[in-house]
């Protein structure tokens, strides 16, 4: 019964996958619970850390106990015997190279080519569809925070940031943006970023907490890229996320935020009605601009209630 009990606890479930360790035998069973982004995952630093002891130990310590033989080895040679499709980098796993074998033993913090990877910014993913909420353009594959920036998890588990359709049209046409520098720690609902509209600031809320690892030269010299293409070449800036799946817990996906952004909108435009006699443009499209129809006051409000700043 036992034996039956633990066949089962190590299938794994529907829509999981397997740690890149398990793949290789080096535990029995883990599974990968931040989107194969190793070089942020305290498992593979700790079974890394492991390996280079082994590693200097005469005797070996075992980290592959499935796989290793009677007399004394380590880790590092067991890698070596494993067949290719138990050696995948983790780049390779996710799709983000059609092939590459891993020459370290998962050890990704002493790796070049990781290393290489890392540093440069992921190709940008243009959403595959835009639908519309209440006139408001909205992609299926993005995670929303109800401060109105956007979420989008990408290969190798980096995030990328920007803020919704709904957002650029309320603040309207940019004047300049203020960004966090690269390496700079960010946390989930703390401030990200900074928009000016003559002379008038607004602050955006990160949707994720981790470090900068790139931001998006191309809006520092034209921030009208936002107002633009938001959700393309509008991004704001790139994380190494710490805490994935805790901040995505946090999010709006799919269905909620497509009701959140109609409920929004349902909100905006009561105001709109009440403060500036806007219903929408021509057609019964939403206001594209409210700050061109607002006093700075009236517009500081609006952005505190919608932004969720102050």
Not at 191 to 206: C, H, P, Q, Y
Request: proline share 5%.
């Amino acid at each position: 019964m036992a034996e039956k009990m633990e066949k089962k606890l190590r299938l794994v479930p529907a829509g999981e996958r397997k740690c890149i360790w398990m793949e290789a035998g080096a535990v029995s069973y883990k599974l990968c619970t931040n989107n194969y982004n190793c070089s942020n995952c305290q498992f593979d630093h700790a079974l890394s850390e492991k390996s280079r002891k082994e590693e200097e130990s005469p005797k070996g310590i075992g980290l592959a106990k499935d796989t290793r033989k009677k007399e004394a080895t380590t880790w590092v040679k067991e890698f070596k015997k494993l067949p290719a499709h138990q050696r995948k980098c983790r780049y390779m796993v996710t799709g983000e190279v059609s092939h590459k074998i891993c020459p370290n033993a998962f050890r990704c913090g002493e790796c070049s080519y990781d290393q290489m990877m890392q540093d440069r910014i992921p190709p940008l993913v243009i959403p595959k569809m835009l639908k519309k909420v209440a006139g408001y353009d909205q992609p299926d594959n993005y995670y929303f925070h109800r401060g109105h920036s956007w979420t989008h998890v990408e290969y190798g588990g980096k995030i990328r940031v920007g803020i919704d359709d709904f957002a650029q049209r309320l603040v309207g046409s940019l004047n300049a943006i203020s960004l966090p520098k690269v390496g700079e720690k960010i946390y989930q609902g703390s401030v990200g970023w900074t928009i000016e509209r003559d002379l008038r600031n607004a602050k955006f809320l990160s949707p994720m907490d981790g470090v900068i690892t790139a931001i998006n030269p191309e809006i520092e010299k034209d921030p009208s890229l936002i107002n633009q293409d938001p959700y393309g070449s509008g991004w704001i800036y790139m994380i190494e996320p710490s805490n994935l799946r805790k901040n995505l817990k946090d999010l709006l996906y799919d269905k909620d935020a497509s009701a959140w952004l109609e409920d929004e909108a349902k909100r905006l435009l009561k105001r709109t009605e009440t403060e500036i006699g806007a219903t929408a443009h021509d057609g019964g499209g939403p206001v594209s601009d409210i700050y061109g129809s607002l006093d700075g006051e009236d517009w500081t409000s609006f952005v505190s209630e919608f932004l969720l700043t102050k």
